[in-house]
């Protein structure tokens, strides 16, 4: 999914991992992207899930690193 934004602090960027929220939704930024003239098209990794009208503010909520542990226990299959 891309996300066209516009508006940004000129030099502003975002990298990989980055939650960003826009129209009530967060999207994780997918790969990093220069705000160099203060737009860009940001790759994001999840569905856009309601029309977000032009215009509405995008703000950067900060890295977010999905840590997931398992344990060998965690886990048990049953055949009947």
Do not use: C, Y
Request: proline share 4%; no cysteine.
């Amino acid at each position: 999914t891309i996300l066209v934004v516009s508006g940004a602090t000129l030099g502003a960027d975002v990298v990989t991992g980055d939650v960003i929220t826009a129209g009530g939704q967060s999207f994780s930024v997918a790969s990093a992207v220069d705000f160099a003239d203060g737009s860009a098209a940001v790759t994001v990794m999840n569905p856009v899930k309601a029309e977000i009208p032009a215009g509405t503010p995008v703000k950067v909520a900060g890295t977010h690193r999905g840590d997931v542990a398992f344990s060998r226990d965690a886990f048990t299959i049953a055949f009947r």
